[in-house]
């Protein structure tokens, strides 16, 4: 469920399994954030990605889908 915020934010329900969650903290707390504000950090950065590389792939063409693939920013 996706639900639009006051502030523009929409708020992502996500499912993850306890492993990845644990990873997440972790990685949250090497940045000194509070999980909620790492979580939307790296969407972000996910997404400005994505928007760059459809602008890349838009000048040369070389994605059909217009999107290079990135993996999460967690190790598997």
Known sequence: ???LAEDN???ILLDLSDQELLVLFKMA???DMTF????????K?????IEYDNILNELDGSSV????PRPWPYPS
Not at 45 to 49: A, R
């Open 65 to 68: 889908d217009a999107m290079v």
């Open 1 to 3: 469920m996706i639900e």
């Open 45 to 49: 950065e996910y997404l400005e990605q």
């Open 9 to 11: 934010r929409v708020e």
């Open 36 to 43: 909620n504000d790492f979580v939307e950090h790296v969407l």
């Open 29 to 31: 707390h090497e940045k």
